[in-house]
């Protein structure tokens, strides 16, 4: 079936560090791939998305691009700042018609420290 | 516009009680989930609701029931609580055919 592998954290870092949050998956079909962030307290959001192969996702700085060849769809920042510490859960899609199930990884701790 | 909305946010149960987790969205969405959250284990969906009036199991059905009341509201049901259905419970729906899930902020459960 469809898994999600994400590195494990927690992942320590100093304001304005780069940020990798590495993920894989596997698939039968051509998935839509998703990075969600939960902050303290809270329930997950939306992040980016990428529907096909060589997409880019961004959002507030974040990007990840779905690369088919490796199977990856890994998270980057340039500059993290203490706002963005969340955990971070990379998600696939596979399915249509009128429901979508999502499968998670077990998701990533980032702390940023100032 | 609340979004999606859960009650209670808290809940200590003893094993074998039961309990209804409430779930509500005024987005006008078809599709609605339940997941629960798990340290080390990410999310997993125990069930989930295409559209009003079908519910389907998902990954980890068993010791749960579900009522999709109408199209905004969609219960999880615990018959017979157990320690091991202590977990964070996060309600989610999407509109049919879309890509993002919206989250409400969970009912954190403990089954002692």
């Known amino acids: 079936g469809d898994s999600v592998t994400q590195m494990e954290g927690p992942v320590t870092l100093s304001e304005e560090a780069f940020l990798t949050i590495n993920c894989t998956y596997t698939?039968?079909?051509?998935?839509?791939l998703f990075w969600y962030v939960q902050y303290p307290g809270e329930g997950l959001q939306l992040l980016l998305k990428a529907t096909k192969a060589d997409d880019k996702g961004s959002n507030k700085g974040f990007e990840a691009t779905y690369r088919k060849e490796t199977t990856s769809f890994h998270l980057e920042k340039g500059s993290v700042q203490v706002s963005d510490s969340a955990v971070y859960f990379c998600a696939l899609r596979e399915g249509g018609g009128s429901n979508y199930k999502l499968t998670f990884g077990k998701g990533t701790l980032l702390t940023v420290n100032p | 516009n609340a979004g999606v909305t859960q009650t209670p946010k808290f809940q200590v149960l003893k094993t074998g009680q039961s309990m209804t987790l409430q779930c509500a969205q005024d987005?006008?969405?078809?599709?609605m989930y339940w997941y629960r959250q798990d340290p080390g284990m990410g999310l997993r969906l125990i069930y989930y609701s295409a559209s009003e009036g079908t519910t389907d199991k998902g990954e980890v059905p068993n010791g749960y029931n579900v009522s999709r009341l109408n199209k905004r509201e969609f219960s999880l049901r615990l018959e017979s609580a157990a320690p091991s259905q202590t977990s964070v419970y996060f309600c989610a729906s999407s509109v049919a055919g879309a890509i993002e899930q919206y989250f409400g902020p969970g009912t954190r459960l403990t089954v002692t």
């Open positions: 987005m006008n969405h078809n599709s």
């Open positions: 698939a039968t079909g051509y998935p839509s």
